[in-house]
């Protein structure tokens, strides 16, 4: 679930706003989107993927964290557009479809193509 919108990162580029099939993002005064509707939030990670600004944090959890993250432990951590760095999207970053995590894909000599 959406998390954080680090105001120091934000470029104020609106795609978190744009692709939120939810509609959780509502322009802050000064352009930086803030989270409305947190609970309506599907925890899909589009809004992480799409931030050019690592700014997003999106929790793997499906519900709000009992406790607000604090955003500098997080981007300590490495945690602010993680997600985004993990699916090899951003400049200089190896895309994600070669380190997928999940069942090893079949070599393409033993793939059967109907």
Known sequence: MIEIVSRERCITCDKC??????GVFDLGPDG???IARQVDCQTCF????YCPADALYVAPQAHPLPEAPD???????GLLGSYREQIGWGHGRTPGARLAIGPALPSSSNVIIS
């Open 32 to 34: 930086v989107p803030v």
């Open 71 to 77: 955003e500098a432990d997080l981007a300590r951590r």
């Open 17 to 22: 706003v744009e692709v939120c099939p939810t």
């Open 46 to 49: 589009m809004c992480e993927a």
